[in-house]
């Protein structure tokens, strides 16, 4: 893949097990319990994240291979299928959340607070965020944020592919601002301590959000459109404003958000290559503190080379081959997103 000497692979290897390891979204829960009746409320676990599985992209012994020490897991209930029912099940999936990690808790942990991860990560074991991935769970009612804060929950993504009580997704934009009750939840929680995520929000939202927020924000899993035009992607002035935030753009592994693929038997046509372009370009732009891995493992996203968790160390030997710094590296790997970690969940 890349042509390292033994120098340059030992040192790769090196600066990954000495960084803090962050990956900002991944899907995996609800690929668990992907059983025999997809997506709906009822529902049949079909592996569990302690084993090796020769399904999904994320599990502990492909995290532990990885080097991967923080993961979002993402609680995903915004499809049309769930309407009406979508607290019951992000409770379902917060249930299975708690009792993998209870399961496997000399392994794993949750972290609702910075110094969580340090602690958990001195331990020998991953860090756990619990994050949402759109704002209809809360059925328009900051109580119920309140409540979702109290259960762990330490993120939101405001929209996801549809318009909700928040504002307009990306792929359905109508144009429309946040909505009162979305200006309302970002203040929430700028009070509260939550980490806003701007990934699939349309475009007027994400501005009202930068004008609104107190805090940093992230894009969990977005990459940049200046290089492929996929309406998931971030234009170089919504970089450029997550960077005067402070905020991180967490770079997916999605292939479609970087070439033409429209299926999985075209994914052969992305390269890691191709990532590490997207994060040459937020670097020439806003420079190394501001970007970071954002996977959507397990949500459809990887490619050849990055198929999995366990490959992860394949992009710090990238970044070696491209002739990036150690500290540079470092922040990139996790030291970016630790620090808005830090100025918000205290």
């Known amino acids: 893949m890349f042509r390292l000497t033994m ?31 997809p997506h709906g409320v009822e529902f049949t676990l079909k592996r569990t994240l302690g084993e090796r599985s020769i399904e999904g992209q994320v599990d502990i012994p492909r995290i532990r291979e990885g080097g991967v020490d923080c993961l979002f897991f993402a609680m995903v209930v915004s499809r049309p299928i769930y309407r009406g029912r979508r607290l019951r099940r992000l ?36 860090a756990a965020i619990i994050s949402i991935e759109g704002g209809e769970v809360l059925e328009g009612d900051l109580g119920v944020l309140r409540m979702l804060y109290k259960l762990g929950v330490r993120s939101i993504t405001l929209t ?57 924000v992230i894009a969990s899993h977005s990459n940049c459109r200046a290089l492929y035009d996929h309406h998931r992607n971030l234009k170089d002035d919504q970089i450029e404003a ?26 052969s046509k992305v390269s890691l290559d191709d990532w590490l372009n997207h994060l040459d370009h937020v670097i020439d732009l806003v420079g190394p503190s501001h970007v970071g891995l954002g996977s959507d493992f397990d949500g459809g996203c990887g490619f050849p ?40 969940l205290k």
């Open 7 to 37: 120098e340059e692979e030992e040192r790769a290897l090196t600066i990954h097990r000495k960084s803090i390891v962050v990956d900002t979204h991944n899907d995996t829960i609800q690929d668990l319990m992907s059983g025999p009746v």
């Open 91 to 126: 409770l379902q999936m917060l249930d299975v959340f708690y009792s993998e990690i209870e399961k496997n808790s000399s392994d794993i942990a949750l972290a609702i607070k910075y110094q969580d991860i340090m602690d958990i990560v001195d331990s020998g074991r991953i």
């Open 160 to 216: 996801h592919f549809y318009r909700n009580e928040l504002g307009d997704g990306s792929l359905f934009d109508s144009g429309s601002h946040l909505s009162e009750f979305g200006v309302e939840v970002v203040k929430e929680m700028n009070r509260l301590g939550m980490i806003i995520d701007v990934s699939h929000l349309n475009e007027i939202g994400f501005w009202d959000v930068m004008k609104i927020t107190k805090d940093p």
């Open 242 to 267: 997550l960077a005067r935030n402070d905020g991180v753009i967490n770079l997916s592994f999605c292939g479609g958000f970087m070439k033409d693929v429209t299926s999985r038997e075209e994914l």
């Open 305 to 344: 080379g990055l198929d999995d968790i366990s490959k992860v160390p394949n992009i710090t030997r990238g970044l070696v081959a491209r002739g990036y710094s150690d500290e540079d590296i470092t922040k990139i790997l996790g030291g970016n997103n630790l620090r808005v970690i830090e100025k918000i």
